[in-house]
């Protein structure tokens, strides 16, 4: 959890910054049961109207290059701690799609473990060794996904949360 508004504060390199921030950080509540509240009221056709165009345009030369092929027909799941929020996921026709219900693997962890997923600021082998991501179901077809989102050059801008 980052909060910008201190990255500006010619402060935060003070200890007292730094150590009120970790604390902050460790101790506030985790904002799952918030986002799972959010995730049940929306429906499924807004989820896949607001994820299926920016997943496949982000893969867009991966997906045309074949890299997904072998994702075809299959289902994953990325889920926060404790089950909620979630999204499954599959490749149908060559096009990710978003769908309901569980994946035949499931990769679990913190906002923080996806988010740094995500910006490609640790190795995703670490993540995984340090347990901050889990594969559960099909491993095979969890790890594969892990290997090919490692192999492929992509990244997401995704704004600052408090």
């Known amino acids: 959890m980052t909060f910008p508004l201190f990255a500006t504060l ?4 003070s200890p007292l910054v730094s150590d009120t921030l970790a604390l902050l950080t ?3 509540p985790s904002p799952s049961p918030l986002l799972g509240t959010i995730d049940r009221a929306i429906p499924m056709p807004v989820k896949q109207l607001l994820a299926e165009e920016p997943l ?3 893969f867009a ?3 045309a290059d074949g890299e997904f092929d072998d994702f075809e027909g299959r289902r994953i799941r990325l889920e926060l701690n404790g089950g909620q929020p979630g999204i499954t996921f599959g490749l149908w026709a060559g096009r990710l799609r978003v769908l309901e219900g569980p994946g035949e693997a499931t990769i679990r962890g913190s906002l923080s473990a996806f988010k740094t997923l995500a910006k ?3 190795d995703p082998d670490q993540l ?5 991501l889990v594969i559960e179901g ?3 077809l969890g790890l594969a996904l892990k290997n090919l989102l490692d192999s492929l050059e992509w990244g997401l801008k995704l704004p600052e949360l408090p």
């Open 128 to 132: 995984f060794f340090q347990r901050r």
């Open 26 to 28: 460790e101790y506030l």
């Open 56 to 58: 496949n345009r982000i």
């Open 10 to 13: 010619p402060l935060r390199n």
């Open 120 to 122: 490609r600021q640790q």
């Open 61 to 63: 030369a991966a997906i």
């Open 138 to 140: 099909d491993t095979e």
